[in-house]
Nanobody, 123 residues
Framework: QVQLVESGGGLVQAGGSLRLSCAAS????????MGWFRQAPGKDREFVAA????????NYADSVKGRFTISRDNAKNTGFLQMNSLNSEDTAVYYC????????????????WGQGTQVTVSS
């Protein structure tokens, strides 16, 4: 499995932006699809966005479409989540995840997980 480490979380005012990074270990990063999930206190972990291994396909949760952009740099073994127009509903711990294949976006479909990074949006 690939090891994942997220960074870039923090405190931001409503309407602001953050860019999360997910650094992957190993030389096989290009074989994995990558996803971002988030979990707010008292809520289940929910899908945010996913990108295929080559970056040719991307999918988003309806709640973030038009505001968030997922991308990856396979040469640097790193994935990204650009988050714009943040609001209080986006406050959560954000997790990077990886899986073989592409097409299902539930948490159970992803085998590798990072430790999470906190994003807090103040209103």
């Amino acid at each position: 499995q690939v090891q994942l480490v997220e960074s870039g979380g923090g405190l931001v005012q409503a309407g602001g932006s953050l860019r999360l990074s997910c650094a992957a270990s190993g030389r096989t990063f290009i074989t994995y699809a990558m996803g971002w999930f988030r979990q707010a206190p008292g809520k289940d972990r929910e899908f945010v966005a996913a990108i295929s291994s080559t970056g040719g396909s991307a999918n988003y949760a309806d709640s973030v479409k038009g505001r968030f952009t997922i991308s990856r740099d396979n040469a640097k073994n790193t994935g990204f989540l650009q988050m714009n127009s943040l609001n209080s509903e986006d406050t959560a711990v954000y997790y990077c995840a990886a899986r073989y294949g592409y097409g299902r976006f539930t948490a159970r479909d992803f085998a590798s997980w990072g430790q999470g990074t906190q994003v807090t949006v103040s209103s």
